[in-house]
């Protein structure tokens, strides 16, 4: 007896000028769950309000051009696909999100999200999975906002001029077993984040743990010219580990700490962070090196800080004892490239004086900045000789490009 499946294959429903679907709507209207709504070349409008869909669909452009999609909120309640498309939503809403999001998995990638100063990118209500990657979101209140319950990725993404955050994330744990993984890599954040009242972070991550363990992971990522902080990551129960990261230029008020980035723990929890092998540059905040121009670990937090280097601003400040090993540090006060060993903490306890690590082009401008190490350098294969690179050598001090 042979059985015939009762699941028919996914259609795909053209939409275009000459195509069986003049405008999107349309095409959405008549999907079924699993359908690809591929657009063709142009600007479509959605006409306003959320654009629900109703059933688990890939929302696809294709041609030569962007497809722009103006006045648009999407809004899913199922497994969601999102590719090749510009979201650009009502200017006349001030609050609105592009996409919005309360389903089961989320993929989204090659999506320019075009906003107006008080909208919203895409917020994530609740996923079990989030792929997001190769997008770019400029110019608004808030980048990407999400919570979610099973692994996410986000990844080689461009976060431009967000006045609030441009990414506030949430993971929480699998409540039935398995642990929340968060890949935060390849990322490029620049000019985001309060500085008025609320003093938000350009990134924020955190964990809300429903008892299980939460993985974050943080690499390859350029955090530059954060208006409060560079990035703020809350751990309860976790693993933390930041490596290959350029922190420049980050600057936040007088009673913000840690203006590169900031770790902080519940005072009852037994989270970990590794820190190794970053680049922090010119960040800058409070008015005392105690304030932790560049890093600063709270309490409740277990933490491995090795292989950095710390340039144009004070190292760190902390609530608890580090793991503090080779590291290459310059006073927050000397404007000239000396960089010398400071005061330790924590096991070992030993600073690399590596002098001026010969970066090939140092600047604020981290965009056009190259933090790479020239020939000669003392950082390179500097680092502890327990660690060693892919080529099988010592540990460089400092980031290491992709």
């Known amino acids: 007896m042979v059985l015939l499946s009762a699941v028919a294959a996914a259609a795909t429903l053209h939409v275009g000028v000459g195509q069986p679907y003049a405008t999107v709507q349309d095409a959405i209207g008549a999907a079924v769950d699993g359908d690809i709504i591929a657009i063709d070349d142009g600007v479509y409008d959605l006409a306003g309000g959320d654009t629900v869909l109703p059933v688990s669909l890939t929302l696809r452009g294709q041609g030569a051009s962007r497809v722009r999609l103006e006045n648009a909120s999407l809004f899913s309640y199922d497994d969601l696909v999102v590719t090749g498309v510009t979201l650009a939503p009502d200017v006349t809403v001030r609050s609105g999100a592009a996409l919005q999001f309360s389903g089961g998995g989320l993929e989204v990638r090659d999506v320019v999200f075009d906003l107006s100063p008080t909208q919203l990118g895409m917020v994530v209500h609740h996923a079990v999975t989030l792929h997001v990657e190769g997008c770019s979101f400029r110019n608004g209140s808030l980048g990407l906002a999400g919570v979610v319950d099973g692994d996410a990725t986000v990844m080689h993404n461009r976060f431009d001029g967000f006045h609030r955050q441009a990414v506030w994330f949430a993971g929480r744990g699998l409540a039935g077993g398995g642990a929340t993984s968060v890949v935060f890599e390849g990322n490029t954040i620049t000019h985001s984040g309060a500085r008025a009242v609320v003093h938000e972070a350009a990134v924020e991550l955190n964990e809300q743990t429903s008892g299980e363990p939460f993985t974050l992971t943080m690499r390859h990522n350029r ?35 840690g203006g590169g980035l900031v770790v902080v723990g519940d005072t009852a929890g037994s989270a970990t962070a590794q820190v190794h092998n970053n680049t922090f540059w010119g960040n800058q905040s409070g008015v005392w090196e105690a304030e932790g121009h560049s890093l600063f670990v709270g309490e409740g937090v277990v933490a491995d800080v090795q292989n950095n280097v710390f340039g144009l601003g004070s190292a760190h400040a902390t609530e608890v004892p580090l793991v503090w090993d080779y590291n290459a540090t310059q006073p927050y006060w000397e404007t000239d490239t000396t960089y010398t060993a400071t005061a330790a903490q924590g096991p070992g306890g030993f600073d690399v004086p590596v002098g001026d690590p010969l970066f090939v082009s140092p600047s604020l401008d981290c965009l056009r900045a190259d933090f ?29 490009p992709r």
Do not use: Q, Y
Request: hydrophobic share 45%; with cysteine; net charge negative.
């Open 223 to 257: 955090f530059c010219g954060g208006m409060a902080r560079g990035a703020k990551v809350g751990m309860d129960v976790g693993a933390l580990v930041v490596e290959d990261n350029l922190f420049v230029g980050n600057r936040g008020n007088v009673d913000v700490d």
């Open 372 to 400: 790479s190490l020239a020939a000669g350098s003392a950082a390179i294969d500097g680092g502890n000789s327990t660690m060693l690179d892919a080529d099988g050598s010592v540990r460089d001090v400092g980031a290491r």
